[in-house]
């Protein structure tokens, strides 16, 4: 099957950087989006930034402007540069991937465990 490995997170000060990382491997043929998703205690999960095959790139209103998503697709990669960091940017982070492990299975989304990243005031 599909796993998805997180790095990158932690504890950084408000107006820091962090960038995160996250590697798919296994049972993959092809890729359709990668991007990455946040939940903050008593919140629901919230789309932050995703990518297409073709670089296509979307972004919640709360971060456009301070983060960037990119991919490095010789490594099935997804990146989240975080930059200005703000204590409203404090929750858990997930790697996300909709992808295909078979070409003749239909695609499907696939998720990291995540990785904490703290913003303190």
């Known amino acids: 099957q599909v796993q998805l490995a997180e790095s990158g997170g932690g504890l950084v000060q408000a107006g820091g950087s962090l960038r995160l990382s996250c590697v798919a491997s296994g049972s993959i043929f092809s890729i359709n989006v990668m991007g990455w998703y946040r939940q903050a205690p008593g919140k629901q999960r919230d789309l932050v930034a995703h990518?297409?095959?073709?670089?296509?790139?979307n972004y919640a209103d709360s971060v456009k402007g301070r983060f960037t998503i990119s991919k490095d697709n010789a490594n099935n990669t997804v990146y989240l540069q975080m930059n200005s960091l703000k204590p409203e940017d404090t929750a858990v982070y997930y790697c996300n991937i909709l992808a295909r492990a078979r070409f003749w299975l239909p695609a499907q989304n696939y998720w990291g465990q995540g990785t904490q990243v703290t913003v303190s005031s």
């Open positions: 990518i297409t095959t073709i670089g296509s790139t």
